[in-house]
């Protein structure tokens, strides 16, 4: 079983659209987060959300807003969608807030925009 | 404010060898946990190995063994015995007590030579 799985896998659009990425965990955890690694592969947070709680809001763009269902989902919406934002969007979940928690992370989405 | 740096982009070892991948530090909090998480081709972040700042003994997993150096502000990895397989992005990271953010730094990408 896929303990953080995301769709789309891969994903190709237009400037100027709007897209969303789903995000699930079957693991209970309590903490979920979405990361954005660009071409160099530099990882970097942007959201996160505990028990549907948003407790980290890094400095993105309003264009992009999560959106936590219930504490298994977090899932990310992209609004004029931009050339910068090609990247690959991992989404990963910790059993808690505790600092020693490892996260687990999904397999990615790769976005492009032409 | 909290830095992670990887000063190796690159390294090379041979097959059954011993590589060290380096990592050092920089946080004002009081208490920390340090991560390494390993990226293969295929895209996936996998978790390999946890060290508390207050933890007396390195941590060890399987192969994998964190040089815990506190003072020095360094938390380097080991690989002892490296497979073919071990070829991948080697990321190490931090969560501060005082944040609920983890910092990742730039990678280092390690091939292992038959």
């Known amino acids: 079983d896929t303990a953080v799985s995301q769709t789309p896998k891969y994903l190709v659009t237009q400037m100027g659209n709007d897209k969303s990425i789903k995000c699930e965990q079957n693991l209970g955890h309590d903490t979920m987060y979405w990361y954005k690694q660009d071409s160099k592969k530099f990882l970097k947070i942007m959201f996160s959300?505990?028990?549907?709680?948003?407790?980290i809001n890094e400095t993105v763009p309003n264009r992009f807003s999560p959106k936590s269902p219930d504490k298994a989902h977090l899932n990310l919406h992209i609004n004029s969608l931009e050339l910068g934002d090609s990247a690959v969007y991992f989404c990963?979940?910790?059993?808690?807030?505790?600092?020693?928690?490892?996260?687990?992370f999904g397999p990615g989405t790769r976005l492009t925009v032409t | 404010a909290q830095k992670i740096t990887q000063t190796q982009p690159g390294m090379f070892v041979q097959e059954k060898e011993a590589v060290t991948l380096d990592c050092t530090y920089d946080?004002?909090?009081?208490?920390?946990?340090l991560f390494w998480y390993k990226q293969p081709s295929s895209g996936e972040m996998i978790f390999l190995i946890y060290?508390?700042?207050?933890?007396?003994q390195n941590a060890t997993e399987g192969r994998y063994s964190l040089n815990f150096q506190k003072a020095r502000k360094s938390a380097n990895l080991v690989i002892s015995a490296s497979q073919l397989g071990d070829s991948a992005m080697y990321f190490c990271a931090m969560r501060g007590s005082g944040t609920y953010k983890y910092i990742f730094g730039t990678g280092t990408r390690l091939k292992v030579l038959a």
């Open positions: 990963a979940s910790s059993q808690d807030l505790s600092g020693s928690r490892e996260q687990y």
């Open positions: 959300y505990n028990n549907k709680e948003l407790i």
């Open positions: 060290q508390g700042s207050y933890d007396q």
């Open positions: 946080t004002s909090d009081p208490s920390y946990g």
